[in-house]
């Protein structure tokens, strides 16, 4: 038996050696460990005529036999896989192919179509308002009153010229869409926002994405479940959303609200600093005195705070990006080295 | 802002470990950044929100851990123990400007010694990093840490005519501040003057002429309320941010000023060996009126969609101070304390509730409203369309920032920018007219970097002054230089050149129903001599084409040609419009090969007008396969080779027919053009 092993072994080695692409490789494997009629099988369907005593030592040589074919085969596959060896005809079919390359669009511009593709099968409409806006609309109507330290937070840049800012966030939109529409109103905006503030993680230039809801009997319950929702849907997992109280004047109640941790799903990680929960953005449910404002510029009352209601809530896009893909420098966003945008290609 | 532990639990017995104190109190909506130091001596770091003016102090944070803990506050002692008579008159006070300071009151300390204060007064400043200046000013400072109410202490006898006169400051007046610094002020800001001029900037800072120094004997105490817009502004204006400042402009307890001034008092007393006199003074020109809310429970779960228990209301409500006076069926009257300048209307009751009981269990729902579908504007539209059609053409999307230096602007013609009033650099003080700056900037960028190639683009908005107004448009613009497409070792190497942004600008036209392009010759500033074009719609111009001037692109730092456009999107389309089929050819066409020789100047669209216009057949189509000239081509001549592919709707086109109309378009183009034949071309 140990004879015969070491004949089909010494055969084997023989045949592969000659075998010269894939196809060749497949009939050896054929030949050698085919289930029916291969060399190796049916040394090991002999073994059962082999008297008891020297059945031991037989096995183990047919198995080390059918080690070394299976090794050996692999070694070929490996080292024969990718390279394609040239064939007679002189085609190098690993040379590189001939590509019209597109371009990319940048990571913000992305996750700006996820979110909009998010809102738009949520049944949103797509809302915007202008870049340069008036001290009214984002703020004024936002109820923040004149002067109000409020306003401190919100670093605003002023254009020269009456009364014009370049807006601070997207929540004047909320103001245009209330405007412009009749409840039900579902809407979601994306847009660049402008902030007095330039580091690792602000730049003076950002996109927020603004989402409003308003229509009878609307509550923070649908506030949670539309976040919850949305995030889940943006990082592609189940994530469950922490409302915590915080202050936005043209919300109230009004909150932050966090997202359980998307890296370590709430056991703690340095992302999320251990707390399990990742900051997103601001929310809360519309408060009656933006409404009451709109009714007053409207001269009718369109949204009567005691038979409707709404929820309004923010994020930055940014954020979104710089947590999907691991950037840790927003300025990145805006240097536009190609190094950089072809790592996102789409 | 900086928490004692120790300091917390004079006023609220506190069994849990700091961490949960501070989680506690975020959840209600007093955010914790941060904790340093363990047990008693923790110091909590908390972000208090500008609605909260009363939270930004010791007795207030511990009001809200007691309400929320169910614990009882124990408010420090503030009985003094007043003498009957005085040292001297009392002081003459005086509140001018009644509507900025509603409430002014004060009292007299005599017989003080100034000294370092003691200890344990010592150590709560410094726990949460107030340096200690003696005990007088300790004790104002104490009290405002404690009890939130800025307060201001003066030497008496340093005040002219032992008057206040609380008052606008007149014009031209001055006031040197504690801090050393000789302040202008303007007639809206208030002061507090004596007799004879302003010793102290209102609700901000002390002056020096009155400031307490050894010498002093005798001490004011200013306990008041003034305006928070008026605090404000002032504040804004010098550049001058307080402690008393920042509890002022969110807005100080009207009713708490007494309280603060008698605690201040007898402290004072008591480390300072002083002697509290008759008083109160006490002026109140406009006293606030209560604020009281009619509220109905069943609003909060209306509003937060989740059932609160009507217990748990009153509570939320009562431990916070606030009165809650039954008054129907599903009403109640709310009286809402002074301190809670913040809550004015129903849904803020509801917040507090809310707070109160947490954020945490508020299910999850999705409102269910009817929506016509929501989708994409025109705008959207546009951009998405824009955007891929220059993807298509291997450009990759940039995003600059809107803010460009003036020569951004004036280079590329942008007239009338629109001006930040407040940049963060001068070298970005406009806001860009032109999408182009921005994208010679990254060209640069990524050129000095060794990249061989570098064609971007980008969507964006310009901003014009138009009519003193804003004006916004929306524009799509791109660059490129260096390698061309296809990178491949089939192909020959090659630079961009004006037919690579021409194809990109064709692609793009085609998707916002902008083709056939109107393009023509034109002198652009910015764009190199008879390598400009300007696009046109409608005998507007609506962008350009061509190739940058050179001076420019070496100014932007880049060696080499740079090509590009820049389109208005919103003049230039609505996107494209749903296309109309069109039945397929269901008989065979037939195309014809010609190689002309014309003179240089001959353009391509002369030759295919002339085509289109003599021949008696259809054409699908005209096409150039070759451009060439040199050697084997007369000087000043260009060899054109081009394919003309014949189809007819309703017949097979036989040879001899085609052949009489090409030699017809070969005869006219050679009368009208001048063009000849190179020679046969097989059919």
């Known amino acids: 038996m140990k004879e015969r092993a070491l004949a089909i072994r010494r055969q084997f080695d023989g045949d592969l050696a000659a075998a010269s692409g894939p196809a060749a490789r497949s009939e050896v494997r054929l030949r050698y460990l085919g289930r029916r009629a291969g060399l190796v099988t049916a040394l090991l369907k002999d073994l059962r005529a082999v008297p008891a005593a020297e059945r031991a030592a037989a096995g183990s040589a047919i198995n080390d036999l059918k080690a070394h074919v299976e090794s050996a085969l692999a070694d070929a596959e490996a080292r024969f896989a990718g390279t394609g060896a040239p064939t007679p005809a002189g085609v190098d079919a690993t040379l590189p192919g001939l590509v019209w390359r597109p371009g990319t669009l940048h990571p913000i511009t992305q996750v700006r179509e996820l979110v909009e593709e998010i809102f738009l099968e949520m049944g949103y409409a797509l809302g915007a308002g202008p870049e340069v806006e008036t001290d009214a609309y984002n703020f004024g109507a936002l109820n923040f009153p004149p002067d109000h330290p409020a306003r401190d937070t919100q670093d605003t840049f002023f254009v020269e010229g009456n009364d014009l800012l370049l807006r601070t966030h997207t929540s004047p939109v909320q103001i245009h869409t209330l405007e412009d529409s009749h409840p039900p109103i579902k809407m979601a905006a994306i847009g660049r926002v402008f902030r007095r503030d330039s580091d690792l993680t602000h730049s003076p230039v950002f996109h927020q994405v603004e989402g409003l809801v308003v229509g009878p009997a609307i509550t923070f319950a649908h506030l949670k479940g539309t976040l919850e929702h949305f995030c889940g849907r943006v990082f592609e997992r189940a994530v469950v959303v922490r409302l915590r109280p915080s202050y936005f004047p043209f919300v109230e109640p009004g909150a932050e609200y966090d997202i359980s941790c998307i890296f370590c799903s709430g056991s703690g990680c340095r992302p999320c600093k251990g707390s399990g929960f990742i900051e997103m953005g601001g929310a809360g449910m519309v408060h009656p005195a933006v409404f009451e404002q709109v009714n007053r510029r409207l001269g009718e009352t369109r949204y009567d705070p005691e038979n409707l209601s709404g929820f309004a809530f923010g994020l930055g896009i940014e954020r979104i990006a710089m947590l999907k893909h691991g950037i840790d420098d927003i300025r990145l966003f805006y240097e536009n080295d190609l190094r950089f945008l072809s790592q996102f290609p789409a | ?683």
């Open chain 2, 1 to 683: 802002m900086k928490f004692g532990h120790a300091w917390l639990s004079s006023y609220v017995t506190i069994h849990e470990e700091p961490a949960r104190v501070g989680a506690r109190l975020t959840d209600a909506g007093v955010t914790l950044d941060g904790i340093e130091g363990a047990g008693g001596t923790a110091v909590y770091d908390f972000d208090i929100f500008a609605n909260r003016p009363d939270c930004m102090n010791h007795l207030g944070l511990a009001r809200e851990y007691a309400a929320l803990v169910g614990e009882t506050l124990r408010r420090p002692d503030s009985a003094v123990d007043a003498a009957t008579g005085s040292t001297g008159p009392p002081p003459g006070i005086v509140i001018e400007a009644a509507d900025l300071c509603r409430r002014y009151s004060a009292r007299v300390v005599s017989g003080i010694r100034v000294g370092p204060s003691p200890a344990w007064l010592r150590e709560r400043l410094e726990s949460i990093g107030q340096r200690p200046i003696n005990n007088v000013v300790d004790a104002t400072n104490f009290v405002l840490w404690e009890m939130g109410h800025p307060l201001h202490a003066f030497d008496l006898d340093h005040l002219e005519g032992g008057r206040i006169v609380v008052r606008r400051a007149a014009a031209g007046e001055t006031l040197l501040t504690l801090d050393g610094i000789d302040r202008k002020l303007l007639s809206t800001m208030l002061v507090i003057a004596d007799a004879r001029r302003p010793v102290a900037l209102a609700g901000i800072m002390g002056g020096r002429a009155s400031e307490i120094g050894p010498a002093t004997r005798r001490v004011l105490l200013e306990s008041a309320w003034f305006d928070p817009v008026s605090v404000r502004r002032t504040s804004r204006a010098l550049g001058l941010h307080t402690d008393a400042s920042h509890r002022f402009e969110r807005g100080a307890d009207p009713e708490g000023t007494l309280a603060a001034l008698d605690r201040a008092a007898k402290i004072i007393a008591e480390i300072a060996s002083g002697r509290v006199e008759s008083g109160p003074i006490d002026l109140r020109p406009s006293p606030f009126p209560k604020t009281v809310i009619p509220f109905r429970p069943s609003r909060v779960a209306a509003l937060l969609g989740v059932a609160v228990d009507v217990i748990v209301m009153r509570e939320a409500l009562t431990r916070r101070e606030f009165q809650i006076a039954p008054a129907g069926s599903d009403l109640w009257q709310v009286t809402v304390p002074s301190f809670r300048r913040d809550v004015s209307r129903d849904v803020d009751l509801i917040e507090e509730i809310a707070r109160h009981r947490g954020y945490g269990d508020i299910p999850s729902l999705l409102p269910l409203l009817p929506d016509d579908g929501g989708g994409r504007g025109a705008g959207e539209r546009l951009g998405h369309a824009a955007r891929e059609a220059l993807r298509a053409a291997g450009l990759s999307e940039a995003i600059n920032y809107s803010m460009v230096d003036r020569d951004d602007c004036e280079l590329f013609g942008g007239k009338a920018p629109l001006a930040l009033a407040n940049p963060l650099q001068a070298k970005a003080a406009f806001l860009r007219t032109s999408l182009l700056p921005g994208l010679l900037r990254n060209l640069a960028h990524n050129l000095n970097r060794g990249l061989p190639a570098c064609h971007l683009f980008e969507i964006g908005l310009v901003f014009h002054r138009l009519r003193e107004a804003p004006d916004e448009r929306l524009r799509a613009a791109f660059v490129l230089a260096g390698r061309g497409q296809p990178f491949h070792w089939s192909f020959p190497r090659r630079e961009v050149d004006l037919y690579d942004a021409r194809g990109a600008l064709d692609l793009l036209a085609e998707r916002i129903d902008l083709s056939p392009l109107d393009l023509s010759s034109d002198r652009i500033g910015f764009l190199e001599l008879a390598r400009g074009l300007t696009i046109g719609k409608e005998g507007r111009a609506i962008g350009c084409l061509g190739e940058v001037a050179r001076l420019l692109r070496e100014r932007y730092g880049i060696d080499r040609p740079v090509f590009c456009a820049e389109i208005d999107l919103a003049a230039a389309g609505s996107g494209r419009a749903p296309g109309q089929f069109r039945p397929l050819p269901r008989f065979p066409g037939i195309r014809r090969d010609l190689a002309l020789v014309v003179a240089r100047q001959v353009t391509f669209a002369s030759i295919e007008a002339v085509v289109r216009k003599t021949a008696a057949l259809p054409i699908a189509e005209v096409l150039v396969f070759d451009r060439y000239f040199g050697p084997g081509v007369p000087e000043g001549k260009v060899s054109l080779a081009i394919q003309i592919a014949f189809q007819h709707p309703e017949r097979t086109l036989s040879a001899e027919e085609v052949q009489a109309v090409q030699d017809a378009i070969v005869a006219a183009l050679e009368r009208e053009l001048g063009a000849t034949l190179r020679a046969p071309a097989a059919g």
